[in-house]
């Protein structure tokens, strides 16, 4: 007996969660920044932070700003090819360049045939003149813009269908860009100097992916929610979240799912590091899940917090960040009572633990979040009155 009384001891010892070591953590004020109308993704590059919005004018354009730390700007940028183009994600690579990743139009072929028989007007109705036809949407392109704010290239895929980009990953071996075209997920990938490689297409409509992280080798893994059988894996729960690697090829190569008992998962975020984001909801209860990864997809930790659903997270040097639109007190943190879904932000450490904590009820869900060694870490959100802001950690 006193064997088994040592043994059990010990299996608790070894069992006991990270969150037992969790010191209690004030929770202080968000700074805000700015308020930035137009801004739509954020990054940071050097010293900037790049904001990118798109904007209406005679075409549908592509406006870049860059800000300092305390918001006030440096340079702008215009992207006006006089057609129409959109941008949907962006990332910088380590020279400090911005990748943008969207779709743009492709010239209209006027008609010129000049008609041989009048049209009869005899009640002499004016016939108001015909407005310019415009082009969809339907090429894939991205665009490379300098650290200084020059367009260095425009890249234009060969596909012609209507689309949208979830997520733009670079490494030294080129770029993977994660979208959708008619409700299925892909991957395309592109070299540093333009060219294009083959369309992959992972699942069906049933599989949604919102996240890429294009690895050193030049493959990609990717991340989201699927509802059927994806590399052999069976679905284990109403909605699991997968976590995917995917060959330089396009072949899957591995496939991970997260499931919890009649849950619905899925991963909205995750950085190079293997820091994912995402949501569980189980019936009208809703955590938000922030877990770090091996780049094998093993958790080395993972914590829960109620929210509203929407997260993101990113690694800042040696710490974790999470943003979340929490809607319910958490139990490590002090001051943090929200009577409506509030943003939280959440800094951890390498056991992922909890050591700083911020909040404001003033905006609600992450938008976007960067971070850059220079500038430590921003983010967008929007404000109780509709505006987007730009805040700092």
């Known amino acids: 007996m006193k064997f088994l009384a040592v043994f059990i001891a010990a299996l608790l010892a070894f069992s006991t969660p990270a969150e037992a070591a969790q010191k209690r953590v004030a929770v202080k004020k968000i700074e805000k920044i700015a308020t930035l109308p137009t801004a739509e993704l954020l990054l940071a590059s050097g010293s900037s932070i790049i904001t990118v919005g798109n904007i209406e004018s005679a075409t549908s354009d592509i406006s870049l700003s860059a800000l300092n730390s305390d918001g006030t ?43 041989t028989v009048v049209a009869e007007n005899p009640d002499s109705v004016l016939v108001e ?47 993977s860009i994660l979208g959708q075209y008619n409700q299925r997920s892909f991957i395309q990938v592109m070299s540093l100097s333009g060219s294009f490689g083959a369309l992959a297409y992972i699942g069906t409509s049933k599989t949604s ?21 994806l590399g052999g894996k069976k679905l284990a729960a109403k909605q699991d979240g997968v976590l995917i690697k995917v060959s330089k090829s396009g072949s899957l190569t591995s496939v991970v799912r997260s499931s919890a008992i009649k849950a619905e998962r899925s991963w909205l975020s995750a950085d ?51 943003a979340v639109n929490s809607n319910a007190p958490v139990t ?29 009820a003033d905006l609600g869900a992450p938008l976007a979040l960067t971070y850059s060694k220079e500038l430590g870490v921003f983010g967008l959100a929007k404000a109780s009155d509709g505006a987007v802001t730009l805040f700092k950690f």
């Not at 440096?74 to 990332?91: C, K, V």
């Not at 992916?209 to 059988?229: H, P, Q």
């Open 209 to 229: 992916l919102n996240a890429i992280v294009r690895n050193s080798d030049g493959s990609s893994s990717v991340f989201g929610y699927s509802t059927e059988t």
């Open 73 to 115: 700007p440096s340079w702008s940028l215009n992207l006006d090819s006089g057609l129409d183009e959109i941008a949907m994600a962006a990332t910088p690579d380590s020279a400090g360049n911005i990748w943008l990743a969207g779709f743009s139009a492709t010239t209209v072929v006027e008609e010129t045939t000049t008609p």
């Open 272 to 322: 190079s590091n293997f820091l994912l984001s995402g949501y569980v909801k189980v019936g009208k209860k809703i955590e938000s899940a922030i877990t770090k990864f091996t780049p094998t997809f093993a958790p080395t930790w993972t914590l829960r917090v109620p929210s509203a659903g929407q997260s993101l997270a990113i690694t800042a040097g040696k710490t974790s960040i999470a």
């Open 332 to 360: 490590s943190l002090i001051g943090w009572k929200p009577t409506k879904p509030s943003l939280l932000l959440l800094s951890f450490d390498a056991k992922g633990l909890i050591i700083a904590a911020k909040g404001s």
């Open 129 to 175: 003149p015909s407005q310019p036809t415009r082009s969809d949407l339907n090429r894939l392109t991205l665009w490379k813009v300098t650290s200084n704010g020059q367009l260095e290239a425009s890249y234009y895929s060969s596909e012609n269908l209507p689309g949208i980009i979830n997520s733009i990953s670079v490494s030294k071996s080129g770029l």
